[in-house]
């Protein structure tokens, strides 16, 4: 499973939230610590941030801790709402920056952390590439984010096997869900962290249980039994 972590509240630099913690997004690109399927996420990156109402995203195919130039530009890109990942890429599937997330249909930024068959997701020609991840992207876009819950539950109904933890912002409002991997929240005082694995040992961060929407808009955070969760 690929990592995933998302900002939202006050300004935040992308250097800070992603390559500045202990056990942040570069270090989970070579040494994850709550991974459970896959060793090291080496197949890509991608970071997005919301500038104004503008999605603008950063993508790659290789891996974090090899770019060259981000470690230099990231401590200048600031923004009240982030959404960053690093890429273990399913068997088979392609390795390419459009299969790199966070995916967008220009207000969400989104992200997905898992596996899913994609012969249960239906085609659409909105998505980036034909990754699973790009696929489910699509479909969850093509519904409406106020149904995300109930996109996952129908595409866990369909492919019994399938990993669906999702994440995506839009700049007021961020939403997760877990079914089948790992996620936590941090809440800061400024703003709240929804990250595939704490970066650091702040005793703030909570565990969200699996099969759970989560919502926020930066301060408060809901959390609510996924529909079909046992
Ligand atoms: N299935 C997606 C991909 O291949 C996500 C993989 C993951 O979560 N490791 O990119």
């Given at each position: 499973m690929c990592r995933h972590l998302g900002w939202l509240g006050a300004p935040r630099t992308v250097g800070e939230l992603?390559?500045?913690?202990?056990?942040g997004l570069l270090v989970q690109s070579y040494s994850?610590?709550?991974?459970?399927?896959?060793?090291?996420?080496?197949?890509g990156w991608g970071v997005g941030f919301f500038d104004g109402a503008i999605a603008r995203r950063w993508r790659s195919a290789?891996?974090?801790?090899?770019?060259?130039s981000f470690a230099s530009v990231a401590p200048a890109l600031r923004s009240e709402c982030v959404v960053g990942a690093v890429r273990s890429a399913s068997i088979g599937m392609p390795i390419e920056?459009?299969?790199?997330?966070?995916?967008?249909?220009?207000?969400w930024l989104l992200s997905h952390n898992g596996l899913v068959d994609r012969t249960v997701l239906p085609l659409s020609?909105?998505?980036?590439?034909?990754v699973d991840s790009a696929l489910l992207a699509a479909l969850i876009f093509d519904r409406g984010m106020p149904r995300l819950g109930d996109t996952v539950t129908e595409v866990a109904a369909r492919d019994p096997d399938a990993r669906l933890n999702i994440l995506a912002a839009n700049g007021s409002e961020m939403l997760a869900t877990t079914w089948g991997d790992t996620l936590s929240v941090l809440r800061t005082g400024d703003g709240v962290v929804l990250a595939?694995?704490?970066?650091?040992?702040?005793?703030?961060w909570e565990e969200v249980p699996d099969r759970h929407l989560v919502h926020t808009d930066g301060s408060a955070v809901r959390m609510t039994a996924l529909k079909g969760s046992v």
């Open positions: 992603l390559l500045d913690p202990p056990y994850p610590r709550r991974q459970k399927h896959g060793l090291m996420n080496a197949d290789a891996p974090l801790w090899g770019d060259v920056p459009t299969a790199s997330a966070p995916f967008t249909d220009g207000r020609a909105h998505a980036e590439s034909t595939s694995e704490p970066y650091d040992d702040d005793p703030r």
